[in-house]
């Protein structure tokens, strides 16, 4: 399944979702109604009277309830979509994640964090995202994860404690691909909205569990007693539609994200493995933590323990079955066995961190760098290659082994110094500005200038040592320095990422001229700070369609082709060809803007509300018009990834080529 298809399946499953939300308040709204007039009934006096009072109501008093529950449920509805609006961060938070900071002294020397860190961030540049935040469950013993977050670029990623100590590279590797599928394929934001739609319809329980407890001090409680008991059966409503929703939800998609795991890894014994640990092991997949029941959903592994009909997750043995056919359950028993007696594990090719926790008699854990692919993975700068459009457009947010393997090779080799600054708070502004200095020394002072009338002297300097080991990146290197840098970045306040966003628009601007290059890469950051700042305003997929859309897809693939050609006829050719795939029937004219950035600032928010399948063939003209030549160089091919990153459809490191 593609992409696009996996954003329609995610519109669709939004839409379920509030036709059951749409059930459950109704069936809530009517109970509620049906015990207030039982206790009007009650409180008139005999049993007969009070049959009377249920058969024909007081019209005015249940409307005036129906109302008030309404606003109840949807208050709190509203209350807590607005505790989680800051992102993905606050859902691990709230089931008391702790975050790992890869700057902080404390945690720098700890090998399962590193090895963790190390996974998670080739992960993200395989996929052409910012590296989200990283957190861990430190008290959960049970092999789990989750991911949270409206986007990617405010997306959080947690595991457990088990995860850690129980787990190998390999297997990490595929839990967290996993949990990427959900960050790329839209499930992240569904998830996030569905823990508000569910508080809102169990409240009403909630406030009945409240007036039993509020009885007790009560003298005159009889009344209280009743409501507060209805009113907490009635909740039970809700839980029931609750985890109907949830199951509805979340089940199937758990085969397709194991599914792009393998498609990922290219490899299924990671997955497989960790979900036969899961199976084998006392812990299994159970969370302690009180809140579980609200994030179940979420989980990589049943975190609760549901029954069959209120499943979250399809059962274990299923899962297992469908990545590995020929899996035997006599394997469980091995794996418990294996574990019965647990061992230190050290790390024995990692002289700096040793201990990586818990592991079988005899088990070899692997250091950080085991997965490391060699530099020559990369393709040489001044390398061409011709693409394929309709291979690209499949790549789209699916990365295969291959891009695990350059994003390894992309990691491993970005300076160790720079990697450092980028995991600064302080410095990582400064690495994503220092990618927007020209090569020109007269506009590069300019730009510094700017740097230092904005944030200071301090500032300017920094930058100025970070540009020499810029200069050095190989031209993929660049836009995974600005996605290790993000983490960092994000948690800079609200002002100083206005600011920010600000000072790298005017340093691309500085010589009144603008490299097409340095404006893709300013406007994906700063697309993806401002998201950062408020994640719940971003729009989901949208429901533009291409032929209202006409001008400003002239305009981007003009642009796109004018910057690929030197010659304006063969400009023109890779504008019509591009155009082609996208609006076949369309004559628009060749007739790239005078001024692109102010062109492709109106368009660009505009395309990125297209359809998903809208989205599809802009890809695909897009690439297309890139490689009208037959030609693509490896900046060409970043640029394309930058302009599709900005659209919300990122593309891994390398892309794939024509036959």
């Not at 002294?105 to 090998?111: D, T, V």
């Not at 994000?490 to 001229?513: H, M, P, S």
Request: hydrophobic share 50%; with cysteine.
């Amino acid at each position: 399944m593609t992409f696009f298809a996996q954003q329609e399946r995610a519109r669709a499953q939004t839409r379920r979702m509030l036709v059951l939300f749409a059930l459950a308040v109704i069936c809530i709204v009517a109970a509620v109604d049906l015990v207030v007039a039982l206790a009007f009934g009650a409180m008139d006096g005999g049993h007969q009277h009070a049959y009377r009072a249920a058969a024909s109501p007081r019209t005015g008093v249940l409307v005036v309830t129906s109302i008030v529950v309404l606003g109840v449920i949807g208050l709190a509805m509203l209350y807590k979509i607005s505790t989680l609006r800051a992102g993905g961060g606050v859902v691990a938070r709230q089931l008391g994640a702790t975050l790992i900071d890869p700057h902080d002294p404390a945690l720098a020397g700890n090998f399962a964090y590193k090895r963790l860190r190390n996974v998670v961030e080739e992960i993200a540049i395989a996929s052409g995202v910012p590296v989200p935040e990283i957190y861990v469950l430190e008290n959960e013993p049970g092999i789990n994860a989750f991911a949270s977050g409206y986007t990617p670029s405010d997306a959080a990623v947690t595991v457990t404690r088990g995860c850690l100590d129980k787990l190998t590279r390999d297997e990490l590797q595929g839990v967290i691909a996993h949990e990427f599928s959900h960050v790329l394929n839209g499930d992240m934001r569904l998830n996030i909205r569905l823990m508000g739609v569910l508080f809102g319809i169990l409240v009403i329980g909630i406030v009945g569990g409240k007036m039993l407890q509020w009885s007790g001090r009560s003298r005159d409680s009889n009344w209280q007693v009743f409501l507060g008991a209805a009113l907490l059966v009635i909740g039970s409503i809700g839980l029931f539609f609750g985890r109907l929703i949830k199951a509805g939800v979340s089940r199937q998609r758990e085969y397709l994200a194991d599914a792009s795991a393998v498609q990922f890894t290219r490899q299924s014994q990671g997955i497989a493995g960790a979900l036969k640990k899961i199976a084998g092991l006392v812990e299994g997949s159970k969370l302690q933590t009180p809140e579980r029941e609200e994030a179940a959903h979420m989980f990589f592994g049943d975190g609760v323990g549901y029954s069959a009909l209120f499943a979250t997750h399809p059962p274990l043995h299923k899962r297992i079955l469908a990545i590995d056919p020929r899996f035997d359950p006599r394997e469980l028993e091995e794996i418990a066995r294996a574990w019965s007696a647990p061992m230190q594990a050290f790390d024995a090719d990692g002289a700096d961190v040793s201990i990586s926790g818990l592991a079988p008699a005899g088990t070899r854990v692997r250091s950080a760098g085991d997965s490391a692919a060699p530099a020559d993975m990369l393709p040489p700068a001044g390398a061409v290659v011709a693409l394929s459009p309709k291979k690209v457009v499949i790549q789209v947010a699916h990365p295969g082994q291959d891009d695990y393997r350059a994003a390894s090779a992309i990691h491993t080799t970005i300076d160790d110094t720079l990697r450092a600054c980028a995991y600064s708070a302080e410095r990582a502004p400064q690495v994503v500005l220092a990618l927007a200095l020209d090569a020109d020394d007269d506009v590069r002072a300019k730009q510094l200038a700017l740097v230092e009338k904005y944030s200071g002297a301090d500032a300017r300097t920094g930058i100025e040592e970070i540009a020499g080991g810029i200069a050095n990146l190989h031209p993929m290197q660049r836009l995974p320095l600005a996605q290790l840098a993000f983490p960092a970045l994000r948690r800079r306040t609200r002002g100083e990422l206005q600011t920010f966003v600000i000072v790298l628009k005017q340093l691309i601007q500085a010589d009144g001229r603008v490299q097409l290059e340095e404006y893709c890469l300013a406007t994906l950051v700063s697309i993806q700070v401002i998201e950062a700042l408020d994640p719940a305003k971003t729009n989901a997929a949208g429901s533009g369609r291409l032929p209202d859309c006409a001008a400003e897809i002239a305009d981007v693939i003009a642009t796109i082709a004018r910057y690929g050609n030197d010659d304006a006829a063969e400009a023109e050719r890779a504008f019509k060809l591009g155009m082609h795939e996208v609006l076949p029937d369309a004559n628009a004219a060749y007739a790239p803007p005078e001024d692109f950035v102010r062109a492709l600032d109106a368009a660009l928010p505009k395309l990125d509300r297209l359809m998903p399948a809208g989205k599809e063939l802009l890809v695909r003209g897009l690439t297309r018009a890139v490689g009208a030549d037959g030609m693509v160089a490896v900046s060409e091919a970043e640029l394309l990834r930058a302009i599709c990153a900005a659209l919300h459809c990122p593309l891994p490191p390398l892309l794939e080529q024509a036959a």
